[in-house]
């Protein structure tokens, strides 16, 4: 079940959904929609790694130990 959000734009930012939505011919909904997924999905990637950073006991490995294993 879909629910209805009802959000507002500066100008300048709906005047380029418009133009996406019409340049790739799907409503502004769907566009806007991909485009809160994609957000939403690197926010929690940016989330992961904030925790990981600031976790006094999760082992830091630098770059020449991870090519190592990778034979690289």
Do not use: W
Not at 4 to 11: F, Y
């Amino acid at each position: 079940m879909n629910t209805a959000i009802s959000i507002r734009l500066p100008k300048q930012l709906a005047s380029q959904l418009d133009s996406i939505a019409k340049e790739t011919e799907r409503p502004r909904s769907f566009i806007i929609q991909k485009a809160l997924e994609s957000y939403i999905e690197n926010f929690a990637d940016f989330q992961i790694a904030l925790d990981r950073l600031h976790d006094k006991g999760d082992e830091v490995v630098s770059a020449n130990e991870m090519r190592e294993p990778l034979g690289l």
